[in-house]
């Protein structure tokens, strides 16, 4: 049997926590006197805490010093973790359980490939730690997504060239990278948005086994 590594963004992939960052960057754009819209949202999914900031400031023609950043950055944090302290399992996105449970049955490489450095104790809150046999997330890597170092540190871990890599992501920015890493880019989202993925789906309930198993004997 092939093994493949199969490489998993965690906001907005996993779990249903893109809505709270961007709860989070809009109270803060609000509180600076200036709107942020869902659709200027798109760019800041897969990007790390630092760039977003530099993005909603650069959006709202805001210029501050490095201690005002410092502090919101903090304060974005601090709201985006009391979003995630009630998660539970209930926040996994439909159907991520079968598509890990397929996976794991079929002994293919699953790994965690996220920008943010919240993953781990997320992944606990939720009970899916143990799914994942290598974590890269945003404490690992120097390099933000459309860099592919997140999902090229993944493979290293799985062992496995990055041609028989397959990577699940929502953001632009984490397919872009994946593409960047010649591995096969699968979008979970609207299609307008995540064109330059190889195949799109809105969730993982449209992702059959028979897909999957294609995948793996490709
Ligand atoms: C990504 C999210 O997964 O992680 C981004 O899509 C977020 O929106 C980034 O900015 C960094 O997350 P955190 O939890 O370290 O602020
Ligand atoms: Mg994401």
New binding site residues.
């Given amino acids: 049997m092939k093994r493949k590594a199969f490489i998993f ?4 992939v996993i779990v249903d926590t ?1 809505k709270f ?1 961007y709860l989070a960057w809009k109270n803060l754009a609000n509180s600076l006197g200036f709107e942020f819209t869902e659709t200027q949202n798109e760019l ?6 630092v760039r ?1 900031l530099e993005i909603l400031l650069e959006l709202g023609n805001y210029t501050a010093t490095a201690k005002e950043k410092e502090n919101w950055l903090v304060q ?2 601090q709201e ?1 973790l009391n979003h995630i302290k009630g998660m539970d399992r209930s926040e996994i996105l439909p159907d991520v359980p079968r598509v890990l449970a397929f996976l794991q049955e079929q002994q293919q490489g699953i790994a965690l490939g ?6 781990r104790p997320i992944l606990e809150r939720v009970d899916l730690l143990d799914a994942f046999e290598v974590i890269v997330d ?1 404490n690992d890597v120097t390099a933000a997504k459309p860099d592919p170092e997140v999902f090229v540190k993944g493979a290293q871990g799985l062992n496995a060239a990055p041609s028989d890599c397959i990577v699940f992501e ?2 632009i920015a984490g397919i872009q990278a994946a593409n960047k890493a010649s591995m096969v880019s699968i979008g979970i989202g609207q299609k307008k948005v995540l064109h330059e993925a190889q195949y799109v789906f809105s969730d993982f309930t449209e992702i059959s086994a028979s897909f999957l198993q294609q995948l793996i004997d490709a």
Avoid: Q
């Fill in positions: 963004d965690l906001d907005g893109a960052h800041f999914k897969g990007v790390s805490r977003s974005k944090n985006y996220s920008a943010s450095k919240n993953a945003g929502d953001s």
